[in-house]
T-cell receptor, first 114, second 114 residues
Framework: DSGVTQTPKHLITATGQRVTLRCSPR?????VYWYQQSLDQGLQFLIQ???????AKGNILERFSAQQFPDLHSELNLSSLELGDSALYFCASTGGGSGANVLTFGAGSRLTVL | TQLLEQSPQFLSIQEGENLTVYCNSSSVFSSLQWYRQEPGEGPVLLVT?????EVKKLKRLTFQFGDARKDSSLHITAAQPGDTGLYLC??????????????FGKGTKLSVIP
């Protein structure tokens, strides 16, 4: 157990639908990162939050959004889903100070869009 | 955009054999990390290399960072079935204070046959 909790573990939905993926970071970690992993693209950075504020954006589609709440958990919202959005979505967290460069990943949420 | 190319993409070897996987880029990275990912799990950090030419050993695994900090290699001696997994390299960009963004390679999928 990495200490980063992601739910749901598996999700099957239809095109055009909207889903929310949830992440609880490791205790004490202030930064949350979201990554998408697909077979052809590998792990792609989507977005980062630090203590409730957006810190960096990567290859995140406009149909996707995220937020980090005061209790530091984060949600990734995916809307108007397309077949190509089927992927593993990972959340990772980092601590401050000397631990800022060590990403701890959750087990991921596998999204299947039919 | 910084890209990391990993080779080979797939590798299937017999238990006891040695192997090397490579991670190459045209970009310079401030540091480079190696992760191992098993099915149904998130990537787990194996090592971080920071200095050009640095060599780190982790039991039977030897990691090397290129002198120019653009490439890295992972050598496994006497591979064991437990080494099976997806090996990912990830480079941290130069600068970008406050946001630790990693660029991941697509990985090398290693199968060690008993």
């Amino acid at each position: 157990d990495s200490g980063v909790t992601q739910t749901p573990k598996h999700l099957i939905t239809a095109t055009g639908q909207r889903v929310t993926l949830r992440c609880s970071p490791r205790s004490g970690d202030l930064s949350v990162y979201w990554y998408q992993q697909s077979l052809d693209q590998g792990l792609q950075f989507l977005i980062q939050y630090y203590n409730g504020e957006e810190r960096a954006k990567g290859n995140i589609l406009e149909r996707f959004s995220a937020q980090q709440f005061p209790d530091l958990h984060s949600e990734l919202n995916l809307s108007s889903l397309e077949l190509g959005d089927s992927a593993l979505y990972f959340c990772a967290s980092t601590g401050g100070g000397s631990g800022a460069n060590v990403l701890t990943f959750g087990a991921g949420s596998r999204l299947t869009v039919l | 955009t910084q890209l990391l190319e990993q080779s080979p993409q797939f590798l299937s070897i017999q238990e006891g054999e040695n192997l090397t996987v490579y991670c190459n880029s045209s970009s310079v990275f401030s540091s480079l990390q190696w992760y191992r990912q098993e099915p149904g799990e998130g990537p787990v950090l194996l090592v971080t290399v920071v200095t050009g030419g640095e060599v780190k050993k982790l039991k039977r695994l030897t990691f090397q960072f290129g002198d120019a900090r653009k490439d890295s290699s992972l050598h496994i001696t006497a591979a064991q079935p437990g080494d099976t997994g997806l090996y990912l390299c990830a480079g941290a960009g130069l600068g970008g204070a406050g946001s630790y963004q990693l660029t991941f390679g697509k990985g090398t999928k290693l199968s060690v046959i008993p």
